[in-house]
């Protein structure tokens, strides 16, 4: 059985890579991005990019909801997440390869690609 741990869901949760500059409110929206491609998140993890440089993931482990909050910055290509779980934090900034409306495609330092996708 796949058990993510948390340490893994936050590396998840650092998304970003080499596009031209990017609007900071580009990931903010209405709908959360949804996990489809990760070798660390567990399949249907969500995160919910606030407009307010806030952010919301969500994922299930042994059956069991769980929720981790955190900030994010949008510099460039660059996204920076802070994440804070069981009384540690967790920096992680990836790279943007692919940002659209409804996918976004980001990169951490040791290469490993997440896909995100959101409905419209």
């Known amino acids: 059985m796949f058990t993510p741990r948390p340490a893994a869901i936050l590396l998840l949760i650092t998304l970003a890579t080499a596009l031209p500059a990017q609007d900071p409110t580009a990931l903010a929206g209405a709908k959360p991005w949804t996990v489809v491609k990760s070798e660390e998140a567990p399949p249907g993890t969500r995160i919910q990019f606030g407009a307010d440089g806030k952010l919301t993931l969500t994922f299930v482990v042994e059956g069991k909801p769980r929720e981790l909050t955190g900030t994010y ?36 330092k040791n290469r490993k690609v997440e896909e995100l996708e959101r409905s419209r």
């Open 73 to 108: 910055a949008l510099a460039g290509n660059q996204l920076t997440l802070k994440l804070s779980h069981d009384g540690k934090e967790r920096i992680e900034t990836r790279t943007i390869k692919k940002l659209t409306d409804t996918v976004l495609v980001t990169e951490d």
